[in-house]
């Protein structure tokens, strides 16, 4: 490996060069249609036993920030159950091989988020198919703007609502009674919960309420040792963002209105994920790790 995550770099010129491409993609979007490539880690993240034998499910493990926190996980010792939707089968499939190349159990859940039946389901299949479970990751979400609220789509509404919040409540609520102490919950906010977007109402909103739901679970589930936090990415370069996450035209300035002046890239994502997980974060609890190249944040 030329460069991994521990190497010494100015932050300001990792991934400078790297321009967004114009390139619009029907929802949800594919890593492999996407120009140019997206950084998920593949070449870079070197693991150290950092989750060795712990057992993980991730929601939008397919692609982006889910993809690269799976790669992390499984290069750390983990075992994956990858949830994704079935027409992004291509994206699963490459990254199910990456984790298998680390030599940890994969596990492959196509389905639908915004079924009660689906989620539950996942609850349980990856509990039986890995032996049990001690982490969870609610990161799959949806992404659609709207410059007028007179022409947000009742059903988009509904919809964001469904995937971004209610299955992570479905999901978690399956979870919990599996889940030893120790375990880890991690949802996956947003800058938007703070500083939401004029064409993004339906999606800041739902963030918000994942950073409310994340502070007042975490409380609940502490004196039983299972601790639940959050991260907030700011821009990062993935499929949501060109499939309608927001107008073609602001693509190519993804950003550069940061103080650190670009896109961040999935794989800067991951050891987040990777730090809540992991038993060296004991006494981190309800807390929410922005990665969002220096926006401030409340
Ligand atoms: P992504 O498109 O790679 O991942 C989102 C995933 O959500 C998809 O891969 C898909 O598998 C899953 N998903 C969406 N609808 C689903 C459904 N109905 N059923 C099952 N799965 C469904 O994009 P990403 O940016 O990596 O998104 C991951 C998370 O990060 C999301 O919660 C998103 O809101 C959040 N986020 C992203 C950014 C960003 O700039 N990219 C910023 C802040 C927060
Ligand atoms: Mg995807």
Redesign the pocket.
């Known amino acids: 490996m030329a460069r991994d995550q521990y190497t010494f770099t100015n932050p300001a010129e990792l991934y400078a060069d790297i321009e967004p491409q114009k390139g619009h993609q029907p929802?949800?979007?594919l890593?492999a249609d996407l120009e140019p490539k997206?950084d998920l880690g593949e070449d870079s993240y070197r693991g150290s036993g950092r989750l060795q034998g712990r057992k993980a499910l991730i929601?939008?493990?397919?692609?982006?920030?889910?993809?690269?926190t799976a790669i992390a996980f499984a290069r750390e010792g983990a075992d994956v159950a990858m949830?994704?939707?079935p027409e992004?089968e291509e994206?699963?499939a490459r990254i199910a091989g990456i984790l298998q190349d680390a030599g940890v159990t994969v596990l492959t859940f196509?389905?639908?988020?915004?079924?009660k039946d689906?989620c539950r389901e996942l609850v349980a299949k990856t509990v039986e198919g890995l032996g049990g479970l001690d982490i969870l990751v609610?990161?799959?979400?949806?992404?659609v703007f709207n410059e007028d609220i007179t022409t947000l789509d009742d059903q988009q509404f509904d919809?964001t609502f469904?995937?971004?919040v209610d299955?992570m409540f479905w999901i978690t609520k399956a979870a919990v009674p599996h889940l030893p102490g120790g375990a880890t919950i991690i949802n996956?906010?947003?800058?938007?919960a703070y500083s939401p977007s004029d064409i993004l109402v339906d999606?800041a909103s739902?963030?918000a309420t994942?950073n409310a739901f994340t502070k007042a679970l975490a409380q609940q589930l502490a004196p039983k040792g299972i601790r639940v936090n959050a991260?907030?990415?700011?821009?990062?370069?993935?499929?949501?963002?060109v499939?309608d996450?927001q107008p073609q035209e602001k693509v190519a300035q993804?950003?550069e209105d940061t103080p650190l002046g670009r896109?961040?890239q999935?794989a800067e994502?991951a050891p987040a994920y990777v730090f809540l997980a992991s038993a060296e974060s004991s006494y981190v609890i309800g807390e929410t790790l922005n990665v969002?190249g220096g926006m401030p944040t409340p």
Do not use: C, H
């Open positions: 929802e949800p979007g890593d997206a929601t939008g493990a397919d692609s982006g920030i889910g993809a690269a949830s994704y939707l992004e994206d699963a196509p389905g639908d988020l915004r079924s689906y609610n990161n799959g979400g949806k992404q919809d469904t995937t971004n299955a996956t906010t947003s800058i938007q999606y739902t963030k994942i991260v907030a990415p700011g821009p990062i370069w993935t499929p949501l963002q499939s996450g993804f950003g896109m961040g999935p994502l969002n």
